[in-house]
């Protein structure tokens, strides 16, 4: 009885004190290595990026197909998840204040509404798991790329090779994969941006050597939803309104002041006092592709 009543109170004591801490935020630092930039510097024109696919566990397509709103946010670009398309970009039943603005839009019918309909409406991205090459140490990162309507994005490129020579992600015969980069002038000159020109594949090989590392990446089960944020209804009803969502630590969720509402929707007293969970959230740099 002796035994078990302090296998209880150790028990007790570990879950009391696991469950007082708070887990750390992660720093812009941390949160940027889990993400594959493809971007260049400033002033390069050309580049090159060695990746290796991450097989998926079950055997499905390892690009996950997922809507995001491309949208300004307090002069920022975002990009958004449309909670109100499922992979196949039809409705999914959860409500989405972005596409309700779309819509309505659309449905007034003259040029000018349709014509502004068209900046609310989300878009196809890709999301894939890969190994960056040049930074090994960082292990699974997420590579999100916007679908090409053309037929000349990042997935056009690679499934010729598939087709060709195999299952590039297979764990022991697989192929590394080289993207080359350019540096493409935005219109207007409003700046650069990167675009993946070609891609190359490498000789086959196994995912890693290192038997640590082949089980750590291969068996790595987190998906796009736990790095890619995915605002919540009210930061959605604001980006709606033309308003700004503010964080407030208080109500612990994103407020907006409605000039239109009967009652106040912020409370002012507490807004700023925590940080905003998602602060460090990494700034889009893939926009126009």
């Avoid at 889990?34 to 566990?57: C, N």
């Avoid at 499905?60 to 449309?82: M, T």
């Avoid at 309700?100 to 196809?124: C, F, H, I, N, P």
């Avoid at 750590?216 to 969502?245: F, H, M």
């Amino acid at each position: 009885m002796s035994n078990s009543l302090d296998a209880v109170l150790a028990q007790y004591e570990k879950n009391k004190v696991s469950g007082s801490s708070t887990k750390p935020q992660m720093t812009s630092e941390e949160r940027m290595k889990q993400y594959l930039s493809i971007m260049l510097p400033k002033g390069t024109k050309q580049g090159e990026k060695r990746i290796r696919i991450v097989p998926t566990s079950d055997g499905s397509s390892p690009f996950k197909e997922v809507f995001f709103h491309n949208i300004q946010v307090q002069g920022r670009w975002q990009k958004i998840y449309d909670p109100g398309k499922d992979e196949h970009g039809k409705p999914s039943g959860e409500r989405s204040p972005l596409n309700e603005v779309e819509e309505a839009l659309r449905l007034a019918g003259d040029a000018q509404s349709k014509e502004l309909a068209r900046s609310y409406r989300s878009q196809k991205f890709y999301i894939v798991k890969v190994i960056d090459r040049d930074n090994e140490e960082d292990g699974v990162k997420f590579w999100r790329f916007k679908h090409n309507w053309r037929g000349d994005g990042p997935i056009d490129k690679i499934i010729p090779i598939w087709q060709k020579k195999g299952d590039v992600t297979d764990l022991n015969e697989g192929r590394d994969l080289t993207l080359m980069l350019q540096s493409v002038p935005l219109p207007g000159g409003r700046g650069e941006y990167t675009t993946v020109s070609t891609v190359m594949y490498e000789d086959p090989s196994s995912l890693s050597s290192d038997d640590t590392k082949l089980k750590e990446w291969s068996e790595d089960e987190r998906t796009w939803k736990d790095v890619y944020s995915q605002k919540p209804i009210e930061y959605l009803e604001a980006i709606a309104k033309g308003l700004d969502p503010v964080w407030d630590s208080e109500l612990k969720k994103y407020v907006y002041d409605d000039p239109n509402a009967t009652t106040k929707t912020t409370s002012t007293t507490t807004i700023g006092a925590t940080k905003d969970p998602q602060a460090n959230e990494p700034a889009d740099e893939d926009l126009p592709f």
